[in-house]
């Protein structure tokens, strides 16, 4: 399982006019059914509600392909690094 310290949830209603910080303890776990991203926010009435994203490996295209379009180098040398690292 893994960090990511940079990332944050933002939330909001969906008539809300803007979004509210949610939270930026995000963690992430691979296994051969996907990547799940794991994270708790607060409840509207109080309390914490955990909310667990997985994402099919069908749908890795499409990750790579935003990620290339926010920032190809970052992209590649994040893709490099896991190959070198999976091959090792």
């Not at 893994?2 to 296994?31: C, D, E, F, H, Q």
């Not at 009435?45 to 499409?62: A, L, S, Y």
């Amino acid at each position: 399982m893994a960090s990511l310290s940079k990332s944050n949830v933002l939330r909001a209603g969906v008539t809300a006019a803007y979004w509210s910080p949610g939270t930026s303890k995000i963690s992430v776990s691979g296994s051969k059914l996907g990547v799940s991203a794991n994270f708790i926010i607060a409840s509207k009435g109080g309390g914490r509600t955990q909310i667990k994203v997985n994402i099919n490996p069908e749908d890795f295209e499409h990750i790579v392909t935003e990620m290339m379009k926010s920032d190809p180098a970052k992209a590649l040398k994040a893709m490099s690094t896991a190959i070198a690292e999976y091959h090792s």
